[in-house]
């Protein structure tokens, strides 16, 4: 089963409009962190927000938020007031576990295009 | 913006050769990773480092080897590049293992194995 998914292969959105990125995860261990990252075209990984298991409260991060449903194992982004420069692929990522170099699991990506 | 350089950008190699990709910190980070990206598959693990000559595989560790001598430096060879081994490797690191650590990338290196 794959541990990360991400079923919207590229999104739209109006400029200054919040958009959602879907991401849900799989996994039995009750530690475990999520993460987002942002590809831009000139394609480094840049990380944007994490949420950890156990955290009571949504993350944020500027305008970035994170919308944690434990039970029904989802964590999507969500970007308020979107800009030009926010059209990138969108990548979530899972880490399991309380030791060793845990592997980071990615989804295949969303690509958002923001519009004029 | 974390201390985390690759070298080469980019390659261009044929089929059966040797290639060295180096990534290479600022950072002190105890922990090391090689990932490879490509189509339709986001990141994958290929091998990762936990300290200085202490290394171990990932999920898609045939035909790599890592190397790590200095906490600073991680080396990925691939002793006999194929043409599946075509891809984006990309270098994170982080201060620790636990889940709840961030893993910080370098800026990629593009590998094209005709």
């Known amino acids: 089963a794959q541990k990360i998914t991400q079923t919207q292969p590229g999104m739209f959105v109006q400029e200054k409009e919040a958009v959602t990125l879907d991401c849900t995860y799989d996994t039995s261990d009750p530690s475990y962190g999520l993460f987002w990252y942002k590809q831009p075209s000139s394609g480094e990984m840049i990380f944007l927000i994490y949420q950890g298991s156990y955290d009571q409260q949504n993350a944020t991060e500027g305008r970035y938020s994170l919308n944690f449903q434990k039970a029904r194992k989802s964590a999507n982004l969500v970007i308020s007031a979107s800009q030009l420069g926010d059209s990138a692929m969108y990548f979530c990522a899972m880490r399991e576990g309380q030791g060793g170099a845990n592997n980071l699991f990615f989804g295949t990506g969303t690509r958002l295009t923001v519009i004029p | 913006d974390a201390g985390i350089t690759q070298s080469p950008r980019h390659k261009v190699t044929e089929t059966g050769t040797p290639v060295t990709l180096r990534c290479h910190q600022t950072e002190n980070h105890r922990y090391m990773y090689w990932y490879r990206q490509d189509p339709g598959h986001g990141l994958r693990l290929i091998h990762y480092s936990y300290g200085v000559k202490d290394t171990d595989k990932g999920e898609v560790s045939d035909g790599y080897s890592v190397s790590r001598s200095k906490t600073e430096d991680f080396l990925l060879t691939l002793e006999s590049a194929t043409s599946s081994q075509t891809s984006v490797y990309f270098c994170?690191?982080?201060?620790?293992?636990?889940?709840?650590?961030?893993?910080?990338f370098g800026p990629g290196t593009r590998l094209t194995v005709l």
């Open positions: 994170a690191i982080s201060e620790s293992g636990v889940s709840q650590d961030t893993q910080y």
